[in-house]
């Protein structure tokens, strides 16, 4: 059993999906920090300063809260739909950015000649007439 799961862990597959997963992971920090510190800032400046991370609704407590932190330290039950519309916007961008990959690994990656199509039966009929003449 220890060596069959030696071998299931060395195969190709596994390595490369565990290499995926580690680039991943350091793929989306910087997905995040490039949604939170570069693109929401100039789309909250156009919008008057608004800060996605902040709407929120709540649910719990009497009052306004100035910010998400500050209904969240209150104890306040809130749906974070600030957080939700961040989460959409860095979702996009790792799916462009992963599109954009795979096109340009697929475009680099050399293309199996194809096979020739399988000769139709009209061919198949012609060779064997041709065979037989040669035969004579």
Do not use: H
């Not at 475009?107 to 003449?133: C, G, H, N, V, Y």
Request: charged share 20%.
């Amino acid at each position: 059993m220890l060596k069959e799961f030696r071998d299931f862990a060395m195969r190709g597959n596994v390595i490369d999906l565990a290499v995926g997963i580690i680039i991943g992971a350091a793929f989306t920090t910087v997905v995040n920090s490039l949604v939170k510190d570069i693109i929401m800032p100039p789309i909250g400046y156009i919008m008057n300063g608004i800060d996605f991370s902040n709407f929120f609704i709540a649910l719990t407590g009497e009052g306004e809260y100035p910010s998400l932190k500050a209904a969240q330290d209150a104890g306040v039950v809130s749906i974070n739909y600030g957080v939700f519309i961040n989460a959409v916007i860095n979702f996009l961008i790792v799916a462009f950015a992963v599109f954009i990959l795979v096109k340009q690994v697929n475009r680099f990656r050399k293309q199996a000649p194809a096979e020739p199509p399988a000769p139709t039966t009209s061919e198949k009929l012609l060779m064997e007439i041709r065979d037989a003449l040669q035969k004579r």
